[in-house]
């Protein structure tokens, strides 16, 4: 699928993962919706590319559907990246034997998991209006997981159960958006040099990266948003979860 001239929302686009896809879909000529709670890094980043900024909640329907209808205004919908999420972690119970908070975790769900259902479901209903390219494509959607949807570390339970339903979640809405010709795909990455571990001493960064089998050392964003441009782009890819982390298998801790 041809990205060029189409247009292309990003969740979380205005940093990390989403700004490197937001640059990355903007080379191959799409005008990209970045969709984010960051305004000032998501304006700078809609000017630098030439596209959007959209100022929403992926947990909202109606700040969702403004981000869509915006896109669908500029030209036709054709890919979405969702890469919005959150991830602080907690014990089930900590060390004094209190539990886990429950807002919390219902919080990290809402955000990762039921978020970006919202953006897909609106989203493809949307794009299920395109006309159909070749074998009847309409357009391509790529979710972001993560490693811990397998192996969840101690202090992740509701981070691997958000990124676990987008694993879970992938195959049957692939199925769901055959009929109109939606692929649907998810990537989860391993230990990537975003700014959450920009914060982290130099020593702690290199002894993640030693944990990979190989390449020794953190993956990229840009990688990623490679990775992402190929499952948009790449017509026979569907309803798949691939992971990007070097090989990696997270210990408990």
Do not use: W
């Amino acid at each position: 699928m041809d990205l060029k001239g189409t247009s292309a929302i990003v969740t979380g686009g205005a940093s990390g993962l989403g700004g490197a896809t937001a640059r990355r879909l903007a080379a191959d000529g799409a005008h990209v919706v970045i969709v984010d709670l960051q305004d000032s890094k998501g304006e700078a980043l809609a000017s630098e590319l030439s596209g959007a900024y959209v100022h929403a909640d992926v947990t909202k329907p109606d700040e969702v559907e403004a981000a869509v209808d915006a896109a669908a205004e500029i030209a036709a919908l054709r890919a979405v990246v969702n890469c919005a999420g959150i991830g602080p972690p907690a014990r089930t119970i900590d060390r004094d034997g209190v539990p886990h908070d429950l807002g919390h975790f219902e919080k990290v769900i809402a955000i990762n998991l039921v978020g970006t259902f919202n953006v897909i479901r609106l989203a493809a209903s949307v794009m299920s209006k395109n006309e159909p390219l070749e074998y009847g494509e309409r357009g391509a959607i790529v979710n972001t997981a993560s490693v811990a949807a397998f192996d969840g570390q101690i202090g992740q339970a509701a981070y691997s159960a958000s990124k676990g339903g987008i694993v879970g979640m992938t195959l049957p809405i692939a199925r769901d958006l055959s009929s109109v010709g939606i692929r649907v795909n998810t990537i989860a990455p391993g230990i990537i040099d975003t700014p959450l571990l920009a914060g982290l001493p130099e020593p702690a960064r290199e002894s993640l990266g030693q944990q990979v089998p190989f390449p020794k050392r953190l993956g990229r964003p840009d990688e990623f948003a490679e990775l992402a441009h190929l499952l948009l782009t790449h017509g026979y890819m569907n309803a798949e979860t691939v992971r990007m982390d070097g090989g990696i298998r997270m210990a408990p801790k």
